[in-house]
């Protein structure tokens, strides 16, 4: 009985351990199983991802490098930009500068050159007021540079009177309004102011230049603001003398000239910086009527 029993325990015990063999060998297969399908790709995903990531950092710091050499570069380009920028203003400022330095020198020129004006009177017509029984005088009035071109329009006038009477300006600036103004020292202007006869008075006159502007002797086109100074200033003093001293100017003199109107004769009139206005005739210049 006894050695049944031990055989029953024996055959018990290999039962138990065959079992455990074969629950061991299947829970061994299910984790290799488990590892090798479930656990392994996901750690080789995850390697992957890792890698991936390290990939794109390194990536991302590339492009911080690249970033940071494009921002040097802009930083670099603006300021070259800022650096011409200065420059280009320096140099219009400059040109602007010596443009309105030559604008001063060429207008100073132009004035100082202009020192002999020139202008013609002919005599159209020398008759008789009916109504008043008093003479008047028709004449022509054509301003000429030395060469005997002539400079604008030619104006008709009808004078009260036998006598054509010219007036005229002229202005010579002190060395304080040199200065100021940057004009060349001994620079006048002389401007033919105004033309009447005997009987009509400088209150009945005809204005041969018009105030407040350029005389076409002077130049033609656009008057800078510099010249317009000038010009200003001595339309200015022409009517209110008094403030030539304030302006630092000193005009020279107004001086009326006056001839005998004669008909078919033409007058030649001088207007000189220097010595005032004269009025000849010219012999060759009386009308064969």
């Known amino acids: ?30 984790g290799y199983a488990g590892y090798e399908y ?22 991302l710091v590339e492009a911080g490098r690249e970033l940071a050499s494009a921002q040097a570069k802009v930083n670099e380009q603006t300021q070259t930009i800022a650096q011409q920028s200065t420059t280009i203003t320096e140099q219009a400022e400059e040109i602007s500068t010596l443009e309105t330095e030559n604008e001063k020198l060429e207008t100073a020129r132009r004035l100082l050159k202009v020192d002999h004006r020139l202008a013609k009177i002919r005599v159209i017509n020398v008759g008789m007021n009916t109504e008043t029984n008093e003479p008047f005088s028709d004449v022509e009035f054509t301003e000429v540079d030395e060469d005997g071109k002539v400079l604008g329009e ?35 202007l002389c401007v033919f102011k105004s033309i ?16 407040n502007s350029r005389p076409l002797a002077y130049g033609r086109g656009k008057v800078s603001e510099f010249e317009k100074k000038i010009w200003d ?18 005009a020279g003199h107004g001086q009326v000239n006056y001839v005998k109107a004669k008909p078919g004769m033409t007058y030649q009139v001088e207007l000189r910086a220097s010595d005032g206005m004269t009025i000849r005739p010219l012999a060759d210049k009386i009308d064969s009527e």
């Open 1 to 30: 009985m006894t050695s049944l029993t031990e055989s029953v325990s024996t055959f018990n015990s290999f039962i138990r351990t065959v079992l455990l063999v074969l629950f061991l060998g299947v829970f061994g297969y299910g």
């Open 38 to 59: 479930l656990i392994k790709p996901q750690i080789e995903e995850a390697q992957a991802a890792d890698r991936e990531l390290a990939e794109a950092n390194r990536k």
């Open 154 to 188: 030619p104006h008709t006038y009808r004078l009260m009177g036998d006598e054509i009477r010219v007036d005229s300006w002229i202005v010579k600036f002190d060395d304080q309004y040199v200065e100021q103004a940057d004009l060349i020292r001994g620079t006048s």
């Open 196 to 211: 009447y006869g005997n009987l009509d008075g400088p209150q009945n006159a005809h204005n041969l230049e018009e105030e």
């Open 233 to 250: 200033d001595f339309w200015e003093i022409s009517v209110n003398p008094d403030k030539a001293f304030e302006l630092g100017i000193r």
